[in-house]
């Protein structure tokens, strides 16, 4: 199975922010990554798909970029709603793997 | 709209077995793999396997071979994942989500939390 990796797994973080998280994986995949943002209590929220594409209704404020083994998520100015924790996801190959996630809380 | 509804949540003894139901509709049921991913408390998000409502064809992690099994009735449009031999390891919220045509999931169903306790 394909084993991917979250850098930093939490950090403090302040409203207006300019917030990046790292992704890897074990060996390459191409694009084939999204991210995901989960909330306690609320299901997964898929923000990025194929690595770089913004999900339809996802603020402009998330990108992502990368390919093969390392992918970056990137908040270009962290809200207050984006205080959560944030998942990449491989669906490369079977079985699909996720990241240990990354949380983002207030500073 | 998309919407996947899972059933409620349930408490279940070691060595039982669990059946999770997800009920989709806003879209057409057969053209989309349904996924089932599973958070532990305190843990990340795991992926068990999925299902092709068009077929019925499974994939299954390797982790959970043996134990789970996922099933589809379309004249229903719902999916369900059973997972036998419960331990306490089990205890989750487990999601249904909708699988794009590559593979990503797009849309979650809201959780259902299933407890394993003596």
């Known amino acids: 199975a394909i084993r991917m990796t979250q850098s930093p797994s939490s950090f403090s973080a302040s409203t207006g922010d300019r917030v990046t998280i790292t992704c890897r994986a074990s060996q390459g995949i191409s694009s084939y990554l999204a991210w995901y943002q989960l909330k306690p209590g609320k299901a997964p929220k898929l923000l990025i798909y194929a690595a770089s594409s913004l999900q339809s209704g996802v603020p402009s404020r998330f990108s992502g970029s990368g390919s093969g083994t390392d992918f970056t998520l990137t908040i270009s100015f962290l809200q207050s709603e984006d205080f959560a924790t944030y998942y990449c996801q491989q669906y490369f190959s079977y079985p699909f793997t996720f990241g240990p996630g990354t949380k983002v809380d207030i500073k | 709209q998309v919407q996947l509804v899972q059933s409620g949540a349930e408490v279940k003894r070691p060595g039982a077995s669990v059946k999770v139901s997800c009920k989709a509709s806003g879209y057409t049921f057969t053209s989309n793999y349904l996924h089932w991913v599973r958070q532990a408390p305190g843990q990340g998000l795991e992926w068990m396997g999925l299902?092709?409502?068009?077929?019925?064809?499974?994939t299954y992690a390797q982790k959970f071979q043996g134990r789970v099994t996922m099933t589809r009735d379309t004249s229903t449009s719902t999916v369900s994942m059973e997972l036998s031999s419960l331990r306490s390891e089990d205890t989750a919220v487990y999601y249904c989500a909708r699988g794009a045509v590559a593979g990503y999931s797009d849309s979650w169903g809201q959780g259902t939390l299933v407890t394993v306790s003596s």
């Open positions: 299902i092709n409502p068009s077929g019925g064809i499974t």
